[in-house]
């Protein structure tokens, strides 16, 4: 049986948590359930489905489930928050099933979006936003890619990129599986290539996780995960070290959520469950501090 990849795993968490009843859920993602791996919905649509679900799986993975929902509305809040601050461009660096293009109505015909990923991630894609919608939308550009070998001003370039347009970038559930290279190539593209005013939001974790010296019970069995599922993790960032790692990078107003933050500002009594606590994320805006003259 071909395994599920964290594209379709990541998808799954966002329609499993929107199907549940208003008051239990944590984010809202309508557009998900639309495009869950054939055979699979039946497990997020139903109330039996959403309980057996959680019974199959690991603590781990109740934990990564957790999690999910959490980054998927503090992303949708940074994307909202652009929007409202003239938005003229949506940059989405690995988008996997990534809904917002679809759900974020003021993006069409307002915003350039570009979709960067893998080619194949690509194709999956398109086939069921087709069987959704009866065609895939025409106003995103879909950027073939792959972080570690490929250049990505050229790929976006030759989809009409604007390097002076006010652009977000959202780099959901990357940065782990590519290497420091990629990483820095990616970071020093979108410093150097933006308009003042442009940010970028991305999720990491720290080195300990990557090397197995973390004491969090769950870190090795997150690792493990990663590695049977063909995806292992390469890259870490210190928390304590990020401000500075993104400084130096040509960033500021660096702002770092860890996930008792998130639990926070997201959580109620009725949706409250396990949250995986070895992610931060965190948004910058490109250029000199905002508060500068």
Known sequence: MKKISTADRVNFLRAWDSCHPAEARVCNDPIAVKLIRPGMGILAKTGLGRKLFLKMINPVQRAIAGFIPLRTCLIDDNLQAAINNDLEQLVL???????R????????????????????IQSIKQDRLTKAFGSVPDHVNYVPIDFEKDDLGDCLSSKGYATD????????????????????????????????????????????????TNENP?????????????????????????????SQRGFSDVEDYSADELIRRYHTPANRRSVLDLFHIVHAGVGKPSNWP
């Open 101 to 120: 293009p679809y759900r974020f109505k003021d993006l069409k015909n307002r915003v350039k979006v570009f979709e960067v990923d893998l080619r194949e």
């Open 165 to 212: 347009l006010k652009t977000f970038f959202i780099w959901e559930g990357v940065t782990q599986y590519i290497d420091a290279k990629a990483v820095n190539r990616t970071l020093t593209f979108v410093a150097r290539n933006s308009k003042p005013g442009s940010s970028l939001i991305f999720d990491y974790t720290s080195p300990d996780v990557i090397d197995g």
């Open 218 to 246: 769950l870190a090795r069995d997150l690792v493990e995960l990663a590695q049977q599922l063909g995806e292992p993790f390469k890259f870490g960032i210190n928390p304590g070290l990020i401000g500075e790692f993104l």
């Open 93 to 99: 660096l690995g988008a996997g099933y990534d809904t």
